[in-house]
């Protein structure tokens, strides 16, 4: 069997090795948690062990494709993205059942975060001479959702569903609004044309590999992260 090496200043590697153990380790959490979690949270506290473990999974592949072919798994990355942040958005729409959160609410999230992320698959991987154009569509899609968590109907019905419920979507509200917009910094950075045909990183190399570190941080940030906030909601009294 072959050993391949990981050079001690390779950080893309370095990420997507402990991306993949965070996310397991994550969902080992979540699930076992699940014993002690009250009925009312369970199949939140589910979906956040969900999230992670699919992630997990990706990043095992992802991981393995860097190390084999020294390039961006791309398209896994797309494809983890398309099954997990979906999901995110049925958190929202759990935690906010309870106050009248109707199926419609549901769908208008889940519609939106698959058009941000379709058109910035395109400009990515088919279209990248028009990076740009595909960036600002993901982008307003992005910001269809900052509004619905932020002031649309997911804020609204939050505040009527008690204190607890309305601080937990608050704090999901500032990771899709600060940790979310990580990602787009990651394709302006790995994309040519960048920022509206400002190359930020030369080499085209070195620019994917800026990328996939900035993917990886923002992946475990965001997954985690709202997984943990979902589960100290349900260790609350709401
Ligand atoms: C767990 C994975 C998550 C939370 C992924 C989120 C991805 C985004 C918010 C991506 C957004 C993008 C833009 C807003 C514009 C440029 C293209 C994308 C797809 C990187």
Redesign the pocket.
């Known amino acids: 069997m072959e050993h391949l090496k990981i050079a001690s200043d390779n950080y893309v590697a370095f990420t997507f090795f402990i991306g993949t153990m965070a996310m397991m380790a994550a969902s080992v959490f979540f699930f076992f948690e699940l014993n002690t979690t009250p009925t009312k949270w369970r199949t939140s506290v589910l979906v956040s062990g969900l999230?992670t473990f699919i992630?997990a999974v990706h990043y095992y592949y992802m991981r393995g494709y860097n190390l084999e072919t020294g390039d961006s798994p791309t398209f896994f990355r797309y494809v983890?993205?398309i099954l997990?942040?979906p999901l995110?958005c049925v958190e929202f729409y759990l935690i906010t059942k309870k106050a009248g959160a109707k199926q419609g609410l549901l769908w208008k999230l889940i519609f939106a975060s698959l058009v941000?992320?379709v058109?910035?698959?395109f400009?990515?991987t088919i279209y990248r001479g028009s990076s740009v154009t595909?960036?600002v569509i993901?982008?307003a899609?992005?910001f269809y959702i900052v509004y619905l968590v932020w002031f649309g109907e997911v804020s609204k019905l939050a505040q009527t569903a008690g204190p607890q419920v309305a601080k937990a979507t608050k704090t999901l509200a500032w990771f899709v609004l600060v940790?979310?917009a990580i990602?787009?910094l990651?394709?302006i950075l790995g994309t040519p044309g960048g920022l509206f045909g400002i190359q930020l990183v030369a080499d085209p190399a070195a620019a994917s590999h800026y990328m996939d570190i900035v993917y990886n941080i923002?992946?475990a940030v965001?997954?985690i992260g709202f997984g943990l906030v979902i589960y100290s909601l349900s260790r609350t009294q709401d």
């Open positions: 999230i992630a983890d993205w997990t942040v995110m941000m992320l058109t910035g698959y400009g990515e595909w960036g993901s982008g899609a992005y940790g979310w990602y787009p990651g394709y923002a992946d965001n997954k």
